[in-house]
């Protein structure tokens, strides 16, 4: 049974910074990329971040270029979010999210993710 769980959210002030992990189990975790995506109330589901199999390619949304760096570590079958600078915007439900695909495939639509988080909550007060 695959599990992804996400741990580190919490409720901020802007500028502060926070770290998001993602724990997976039940999966060959190299054999999958790794995405953070996020869902604000009564908005779409979007890409935050997405992480190549073996963390050589990333991509970001235009809107944390910057100030989110994503990361993973396949030995511990884990997955990061560093949050830097959060801004009221910033505030939403935060998913890790599993893709199995080949190396340098970075897919963004979460159509194409195979297995979801619970999510953790983030919220920046300004």
């Known amino acids: 049974q695959v599990k992804l769980v996400e741990s580190g959210g919490g409720h901020v002030q802007a500028g502060d910074s926070l770290r998001l992990s993602c724990a997976a189990s039940?999966?060959?975790?190299?054999?999958?990329?790794m995405g953070w995506f996020r869902q604000a109330p009564g908005k779409e589901r979007e890409l935050v971040a997405v992480?190549?199999?073996?963390?050589?390619?990333?991509e970001y949304a235009e809107s944390v270029k910057g100030r989110f760096t994503i990361s993973r570590d396949n030995g511990k079958k884990m997955v990061y979010l560093q949050m830097n600078t959060l801004q009221p915007e910033d505030t939403a439900l935060y998913y890790c999210?599993?893709?199995?695909?080949?190396?340098?495939?970075?897919?963004?639509?979460?159509?194409?993710?195979?297995?979801w988080g619970q999510g953790t909550q983030v919220s920046v007060s300004s």
């Open positions: 992480i190549s199999r073996n963390g050589g390619w990333t």
């Open positions: 999210a599993a893709d199995r695909t080949i190396l340098t495939v970075l897919n963004t639509s979460p159509g194409d993710y195979d297995y």
């Open positions: 039940g999966l060959t975790f190299s054999y999958y990329s």
